[in-house]
């Protein structure tokens, strides 16, 4: 199975593993296009690893309509506290723990919408590899803890 996302026409499809299309959706991306710079309000493209330092804060803004930032249970440091937005609520997360925070958006989890936050050194990696994640999220956690070893 493979997805595709259309910025151009603002359009996801969804391919089996032959090549056939099975389904389209229509997405909505941020209204400024794409980019991968700090507060821009772009849509950043590819994996979202995020490297910080410990005690720093991240901030999730609601750009678009539908969707929240939640930590992921199980990945997350010893003494982090979890985190869950509501859709469309702009949060802030305090990294004072050590290791990798798992990103999700509850509503589009299993089409992959995640992102892996690191403070210091990823400590708690294994444990947090242990966690199922759905559909292409699981696929791209996997590839973002081959990247937080790095
Ligand atoms: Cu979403």
Known sequence: ????????????????DDGSLLRRYPVSTA??????????FQTPRGRHLIRAKIGDTVR???????HNAETVPGMLPDGAESLAGKPNEEIILTLDAE????????????LGMVAL??????VN???AEK????GKAGKLFKELFAEAEK
């Open 31 to 40: 209204k400024a296009g794409v980019g991968e710079c700090c507060g821009s």
């Open 99 to 110: 290791g990798v925070y798992g990103i999700r958006c509850k509503p589009h989890y299993g």
């Open 131 to 134: 966690v199922k994640a759905p």
């Open 125 to 127: 990696l294994q444990a």
């Open 1 to 16: 199975m493979r997805i595709h996302i259309s910025v151009a026409q603002q359009q996801l499809s969804l391919y089996a």
């Open 60 to 66: 999730f803004v609601a750009v678009d309509k539908g």
């Open 117 to 122: 936050i690191i403070a210091g050194e990823p």
